[in-house]
């Protein structure tokens, strides 16, 4: 079966310091993947997808970049935090399908990171 | 473009009472999917239900029931005998098929407090 693992669960770093959230998924290969950040109290926002290795798409211009080095590895990065990079950010996959299969995301458990 | 609104923010219920939860789509296709998603205060999203733009029949399962009317747009959760475990953020969620998979839309999500 297939599972999405996505770590660290929490996370307190310093503003100005760097970043790296990892995700990893078993059981498929060549995943959709995607991250999204949550902040406080509000909805979901997509920050960037990936339809394969190397190739990333960004939804919203920021502070963070993106990475996917292997078929089920998708890295979320920063050079340099900043207090509004604070949030719940969640990795997830989904099957690719042209026709007619849409199961949905499978999420991973989310990473809590708090920007001080 | 696609977009989904929940237009209720938050909901108080006490236990046992039935609730629903609102949600409207707009979207110009017409092969589109509709799903709701739990995120219970740990954070991880939990899948609930998947519905094709072509079937428009009630679904129940438990406690939880949706409604699909493709008339109104809408796609509307309820609890009957509501629990204190179903209190959660509950996002409902659009798909389209594009060429490399799928493509979520969240709405921005409906805090549901169920108090004992």
Known sequence: SQTIHQWPATLVQPVGSPLSLECTVEGTSNPNLYWYRQAAGRGLQLLFYSVGIGQISSEVPQNLSASRPQDRQFILSSKKLLLSDSGFYLCAWSVKSRITRNYGYTFGSGTRLTVV | ?116
């Open chain 2, 1 to 116: 473009a696609q977009k989904v609104t929940q237009a209720q923010t938050e909901i108080s219920v006490v236990e046992k009472e039935d609730v629903t939860l609102d949600c409207v789509y707009e979207t110009r296709d017409t092969t589109y999917y509709l799903f709701w998603y739990k995120q219970p205060p740990s954070g991880e999203l939990v899948f609930l239900i998947r519905r094709n733009s072509f079937d428009e029949q009630n679904e129940i399962s438990g406690r939880y029931s949706w409604n699909f009317q493709k008339s109104t747009s809408s796609f509307n959760f309820t609890i009957t005998a509501s629990q204190v475990v179903d209190s959660a953020v509950y996002f409902c969620a659009l798909s389209e098929v594009d060429n490399y998979g799928q493509n979520f839309v969240f709405g921005p999500g409906t805090r549901l407090s169920v108090l004992p």
